[in-house]
């Protein structure tokens, strides 16, 4: 069965970078993007990016350039989401998530916490 | 981007009740391109309409949606427990995609 298995919690300082994990099993890595959302606690859904784990290409929301990079590892089938410069406005559940049409599989969910 | 307004924003409904929410796009979305999402507290989202009207997988059928344009709807013909939580619209039509701010269903 397609699963998405996330990194665990992170707490994390102010203006340090974070990399969450997201580990595909259950189908052919290769053939679906990988989406990445981001949850405020208590919040709606905000769509941070894509990547085609085969080609390696991404698209980012403008609004994350800069403060998200996504990069995949085919030989593991694992995708990756860096956040760099942090500040409390990141703290937040981030998503892993299968699109092909449409977005079906969600990963668990990494929360991260940006605290001094 | 394509902003998507879900209202209302929280309901509450009776078991047995029928239900309907809605979706509003501030441009017009492919029918094909807008779905909808499930979420129960502590969980992360589950594919429940996909294109505009077709069921996931282990949705109960008394869930449908509708909708063209810039209007959608999710709506249960018969309030059960279980369906209490939020439900999320997002268009792929156009990037970026873009989500509504969700409609908490809660049991009256």
């Known amino acids: 069965q397609v699963q998405l298995q996330q990194s665990g919690a992170e707490l994390v300082r102010p203006g340090t970078s974070v990399k969450v994990s997201c580990k595909a099993s259950?189908?052919?890595?290769?053939?679906?993007?990988i989406e990445w959302v981001k949850q405020r606690p208590g919040q709606g859904l905000e769509w941070i990016g894509v990547?085609?784990?085969?080609?390696?290409?991404?698209n980012y929301n403008e609004k994350f350039k800069g403060k998200a990079t996504l990069t995949a590892d085919k030989s593991s089938s694992t995708a990756y989401m860096q956040l760099s410069s942090l500040t409390s406005d990141d703290s937040a559940v981030y998503f892993c998530?299968?699109?092909?049409?449409?977005?079906?599989?969600w990963g668990q969910g990494t929360t991260l916490t940006v605290s001094s | 981007q394509i902003v998507l307004t879900q209202s209302p924003a929280i309901m509450s409904a009776s078991l047995g009740e029928r239900v309907t929410m809605t979706c509003t796009a501030s441009?017009?979305?492919?029918?094909?391109?807008l779905h909808w999402y499930q979420q129960k507290p502590g969980s992360s989202p589950k594919l429940w309409i996909y294109?505009?009207?077709n069921l996931a997988s282990g949705v109960p059928a008394r869930f449908s949606g509708s909708g063209s344009g810039t209007s959608y709807s999710l709506t249960i013909s018969s309030m059960e427990a279980e369906d209490a939580a939020t439900y999320y619209c997002?268009?792929?039509?156009?990037?970026?995609?873009?989500f509504g701010g969700g409609t908490k269903l809660e049991i009256k």
């Open positions: 998530a299968r699109s092909g049409n449409w977005v079906d599989y």
């Open positions: 259950g189908y052919a890595f290769t053939n679906y993007l």
């Open positions: 990547i085609n784990p085969g080609s390696g290409g991404t």
């Open positions: 441009s017009s979305v492919s029918s094909s391109y």
């Open positions: 294109s505009t009207s």
């Open positions: 997002h268009q792929y039509h156009r990037s970026p995609p873009t």
